[in-house]
C-alpha cells in the first residue's frame, strides 16, 4: 500500500512564526500535492509538483511557499504564519497520467495562534 | 456558479435506505470524474471514477449527465459503516492548475441504526 506520511498530527504555532510541514511517499510517486482543507471551504490545491525541483502555484498559493529537493520529499513552508493559515493541510502524491487517483496522508492540524 | 458544488447535507438515513447524492460542475469541458470518501478526522480516499457510461460497484453506482453537467452517487442498502463525507472531485481543464482535481465541499451522509 502506498504510504504517505506528514511529520506532524497536531501543530501550534504563534503568528509570524516559520512553519515547515513535512510529507513523504515511499510509493516513488512523481506527483506530489498540498491542499488545505477548511469547514464550508472543502479542499482547496495550494502547490503541486510534478517533478524533483520542480513547483507550480494551486488555487492559493498566497503567503506559502514549497521545496522538492528529493521525489519522495514535498515541504510546505509558512513563511510569517497567520492566524488565517489555521486549518488542516493534506498532503498528496499520485503516479503521472493519473494524478486524479491521489493518496492522501493523514493530515496536520495547524492552529496559529 | 461555482467550478464544483455539492448539497453539503447532512443526509441522515436509516440502515437499508437507498440514497442519492449529486454534484454539479461548471465547465462542459470536463472529462474526468470522481468520488472521494472521507471519514470523520481522517484522509479522502478514492471511491470510485466515474465513467460516461455509469458504474457500479457492489452498491455503489456513479453515473454522469453531461448534459445537465452533474455526476451523481447512488448507495443502495446503506450500512453503518457508509457514514463519512462524500466528495466529488472534476478535472480542471484550463487555468494555473489545469490537470488537477477540484474538489466539491463534500456531502455529509449519516446512516443510522
Known amino acids: 500500500d502506498v504510504k504517505v506520511t506528514q511529520s506532524s498530527r497536531y501543530l501550534v504555532k504563534r503568528t509570524g512564526e516559520k512553519v515547515f510541514l513535512e510529507c513523504v511517499q515511499d510509493?516513488?510517486?512523481?506527483?506530489m500535492f498540498w491542499y488545505r482543507q477548511d469547514p464550508g471551504l472543502g479542499l482547496r490545491l495550494i502547490y503541486f509538483s510534478y517533478d524533483v525541483k520542480m513547483k507550480e502555484k494551486g488555487d492559493i498559493p498566497e503567503g506559502y511557499s514549497v521545496s522538492r529537493e528529493k521525489k519522495e520529499r514535498f515541504s510546505l513552508i509558512l513563511e510569517s504564519a497567520s492566524t488565517n493559515q489555521t486549518s488542516m493541510y493534506l498532503c498528496?502524491?499520485?503516479?503521472?497520467?493519473?494524478?486524479?487517483?491521489?493518496?492522501f496522508g493523514s493530515g496536520t492540524q495547524l492552529s496559529v495562534l | 456558479r461555482k467550478e464544483v458544488e455539492q448539497d453539503p447535507g447532512p443526509f441522515n438515513v436509516p440502515e437499508g435506505a437507498t440514497v442519492a447524492f449529486n454534484c454539479t460542475y461548471s465547465?462542459?469541458?470536463?472529462?474526468?470524474f470522481f468520488w472521494y470518501r472521507q471519514d470523520c478526522r481522517k484522509e479522502p480516499k478514492l471511491l470510485m471514477s466515474v465513467y460516461s457510461s455509469g458504474n457500479e460497484d457492489g452498491r455503489f453506482t456513479a453515473q454522469l449527465n453531461r448534459a445537465s453537467q452533474y455526476i451523481s452517487l447512488l448507495i443502495r442498502d446503506s450500512k453503518l459503516s457508509d457514514s463519512a463525507t462524500y466528495l466529488c472531485a472534476v478535472k480542471k481543464e484550463y487555468g494555473g492548475s489545469q490537470g488537477n482535481l477540484i474538489f466539491g465541499k463534500g456531502t455529509k451522509l449519516s446512516v443510522k441504526p
Open positions: 465547465n462542459s469541458a470536463s472529462q474526468s
Open positions: 510509493m516513488d510517486h512523481e506527483n
Open positions: 498528496a502524491s499520485s503516479l503521472p497520467g493519473s494524478n486524479e487517483k491521489l493518496f
